[in-house]
């Protein structure tokens, strides 16, 4: 076996792993900074600027500098998406609870598109 081109082999996934590595902190960090409502446009475009200068160096300084942000603002984030998802699901399903069940019969009673008894009857299926 040639121990040569096996350390090649291993320096090379090392590199590509590094590459890899930097690929996804690099879309983190700008996910970040479009999220970041605070930060000024001119900063975001620095920040830019130093990540396609300076890759590496710019990456850790971002993290050391801006890192406890970065979870604020993805939490808030995935809050936000919860919040649109839960919105979407009620919308989509109709009514969202008991009272609102029992105030559309009672707007369906009042038109005299359902009866007194069919009224009764949804009350009681949305009380149950």
């Keep these: ?17 590094v590459f890899v590595a930097y ?7 700008l996910t970040d900074l479009f999220r970041d409502h605070t930060l000024k446009a001119g900063w975001k475009v620095v920040w830019i600027i ?16 801006r890192g406890p942000g ?3 603002r993805q939490r ?3 809050a936000a ?13 109709g009514t969202s609870g008991p009272a609102d069940q029992i105030a559309t ?3 369906l009673l009042d038109d005299g598109t359902i009866t007194q008894q069919e009224y009764d009857q949804l009350k009681a299926k949305a009380l149950s």
């Design 1 to 17: 076996m040639d121990w040569h081109s096996f350390w090649d082999l291993v320096w090379g996934l090392i590199l590509i792993f």
């Design 23 to 29: 690929l996804i902190l690099l879309f983190m960090i």
């Design 50 to 65: 130093f990540l396609i200068i300076f890759p590496y160096i710019t990456a850790f300084v971002y993290l050391l500098a």
């Design 70 to 72: 970065m979870a604020e």
């Design 76 to 78: 808030a984030a995935s």
């Design 81 to 93: 998406t919860e919040k649109a998802t839960q919105e979407y699901i009620r919308q989509a399903a």
């Design 105 to 107: 019969a009672k707007a």
